[in-house]
Every structure is written in C-alpha cells, then in structure tokens.
C-alpha cells in the first residue's frame, strides 16, 4: 500500500516535471528558436537574463516545486532500481534513508538558493 | 512469502539488456532508466552549480566560466537529447499505466494478439516525435547560435 502511493506520487512528480522542466528546456535550450524569458537577448545564462528571471515570484516558485519533484521522481526512481538488486533488508532501509537524506538536504539547499537568488535578483 | 529459489525472476543489471527473447519495448525500457540515471545525476550536480546566483554576479560568473567550453556543449545537449527521451516516453508509459493505448482484454485467438500491438503505433510515434526534438535540439545548439 505505502509503495503504491508512493508510486502514484512517482507518477503525479513526473506529470509536473513534464511542464516545468519542459518549459525550463525551452527556456535554456530552445532560445535561438524560441527565444522566451530571455529578456536581455544573448544567452539564457547571461547575468541580466538570470536577474529578470530571478525577479519573477512565478520563476522562483517554479525553481522550486521542479526542484522537489524531480529531486521525488529522480531519487525514487533510483530507490526503485537499487531494491530490484534485492540487497539485504537492512541495507534496504539504510538506502532509503541516505536517499532522503540526500533528497532532503539538496531541497534545502536549492531553496535557499533559490530564495536568496530571488533576493539578490530583486535588488540588482 | 518463500523465495522461489529455482525461479528467482531477478536478473539484476544484467536483465535491461539481455537473459531473455527482448523486443524493442525491452530496449526502450532499459534506455528510460539509463536517461533517468543520467539526468538525475546531472541534476544533482545542476543544482549545487546554479546555487551560485545566490551569491551574485561575481559568483554565477565565475561557476558558468567552470562548466563552458565545447565538451560541455557537447554534454548539455546530451542532456537535452535524454530528456527528450526520457519524458516522451514517460508520457507513453503512464498512459500505458493508466490503460490508455493498450486495447480492452480479447479472448486468445489464434493468430494471438497481446497488448503490444496495439502499443507499437504509440511507441513508433514516440520515437518520432524524440527524434524531431533530437533535430530541432542540434540546430539550436550547434546551428543557429
């Protein structure tokens, strides 16, 4: 029951990511053809295209929930391939735990990143 | 529940790629997990590296000068060209779990018929619609910039 609701949360994180990095890819890969969100011209990367970005709430709040579903689909996917290997309960549950640990930490991490960034973004 | 000890149906790694009569969806399986290992390990480094913005102009500048150069073009659209794969054939595959493109239950006449023909058109279409997003990818990386 647990894995099946976390499958559906697999699942449910994928069908964000679909939009959300779909758009960042457009964003950042597509410019030359598409040119969207790049308000400065240029590259996608250059500092004045990162602050315009970074002054949006939207563009922040975006960062961040593509930040945690994919941090979800991506570390559960590997959870998911790491247990076909069928390894030892205990090292089955020590898994699990270095996994959100890891998951945890960089949400944390790329929130505040991405917070402060929205910060700095908005006094440049 | 008791192992089955002469069956064990785990093949570990070794069974994305071989132990069996695989068909294409076997291949197509196996390249969604390589993609997804690959992006999740570019992502975990993609994070930590694009943090710097929060530490200004200086800082983002001097992390983007580190990850530039052509090997990184090359790598950045090797990315691009596994999510390409990666959510497209997602999106095939959680219609495949919601039984969307998979047929309704038939009684098993011969000539038999199983779910994946009636899935291959979708899997076809998919591969397609990567392979446009492929070309449009490398034009817009290598060409029009």
Redo the contacts between chains.
Sequence with gaps: MRDQKLWTWH?AA??I??FL??LH?AIM?????LGIFNPAGGHP?D?AN?VAR?QSMAFTMNYILL?GA??FH??Y??RN?LF???PAPPLKKALSWVLIL?GVG?FI??T???W??HQ??SI? | MAKDRRHPNRLGIWGWVGGGSWGPDRYLYTLHRITGLGLLAYFLVHVVVTSSRALGEAAWEASMARVSGPLFVLGEYLVFVAFAFHVINGVRLFFAELGWGIGKPIEPIYPYRNCLDDQRPWALGALLLIAVLVVVGALDFFVWH
Excluded: C, K, N, R
Excluded at chain 1, 29 to 33: E, R
């Design positions: 699942l994928g069908a990511i679909l990095l779909g890819m890969h597509l410019d030359a053809l990367i500092w990162v970074g930040l994919a941090l991506g570390l996917g590997l391939i076909e290997l069928d890891v960089l991490f790329g505040w990143a991405a402060v960034g700095v973004a440049t």
